[in-house]
């Protein structure tokens, strides 16, 4: 299977939390991120978190890591219109500074 | 702007041609990445180099593919003989030694007809 896993969609209404889930393989990730990508755009470093911490909070963003299952959450108090993007989890297996990205969550806000 | 740039922005080709992107990172950025990516995909990686040594490269997709960093500064991606399965997206990204995140260029997106 894929080394990083993602639902592709979430829909949620301006003003609401939005969760994006993530789930990875590799146990020796050292580094794990959260990645924004506008249409036609390069993408943006939103927040990461090593390995060793639960979670980490940062503005509206909140990112939760459950190690034992290998699962990444990213939240996103009070969604707005420009937050719509797709958004990618990604790891950087044992400290190779080469991460691995999932496919990506597209977020659709509607008013 | 200090940020990573890549020229071209776009690139039409046709099938058979050669085709070399540039990638300019943030100043003092001892890494440098290349990337692809394709439609409803995230970004696969291709070569990094660490100043002027290219350490991984294995992952490029073909003996087609080429990248150079020649002074350490900026790099170029050369694709040659290009297919149409060459069409996609391809970002460069820097980071600095002491960081482990990357920062993207917008990319440079190739279509061969």
């Known amino acids: 299977g894929e080394d990083v896993e993602q639902s592709l969609f979430l829909s949620v209404r301006e003003g609401d939390s939005s969760v994006i889930n993530c789930t990875y393989t590799?146990?020796?990730?050292?580094?794990l991120y959260w990645y924004k990508q506008e249409p036609g755009a390069g993408l943006q470093l939103l927040t990461y978190?090593?390995?060793?911490?639960d979670m980490k909070q940062d503005q509206r963003l909140t990112v939760l890591l459950n190690k034992k299952d290998k699962h990444l959450s990213l939240r996103i108090a009070d969604t707005q219109t420009g937050d719509s993007a797709i958004y990618f989890c990604a790891y950087d297996p044992g400290g190779s500074y080469i991460p691995t990205f999932g496919r990506g969550t597209s977020l659709i806000v509607h008013p | 702007d200090t940020g990573v740039s890549q020229n071209p922005r776009h690139k039409i080709t046709k099938r058979g041609q050669n085709v070399t992107f540039r990638c300019d990172p943030i100043?003092?950025?001892?890494?440098l990445y290349w990337y692809r990516q394709t439609l409803g995909q995230g970004p696969e990686f291709l070569t990094y180099?660490?100043?002027?040594?290219?350490?991984?490269k294995s992952r490029l997709l073909s003996d087609r593919f080429s990248a150079e960093r020649p002074k350490g500064s900026f790099s170029t991606l050369e694709i040659q003989r290009t297919e149409q399965g060459d069409s996609a997206m391809y970002l460069c990204?820097?980071?600095?030694?002491?960081?482990?995140?990357?920062?993207f260029g917008p990319g440079t997106r190739l279509l061969v007809l």
């Open positions: 180099f660490q100043n002027e040594a290219q350490l991984e």
């Open positions: 990204a820097s980071s600095p030694l002491a960081e482990e995140t990357q920062y």
């Open positions: 978190i090593f390995s060793n911490m």
């Open positions: 100043s003092e950025h001892n890494r």
């Open positions: 590799d146990s020796s990730s050292t580094y």
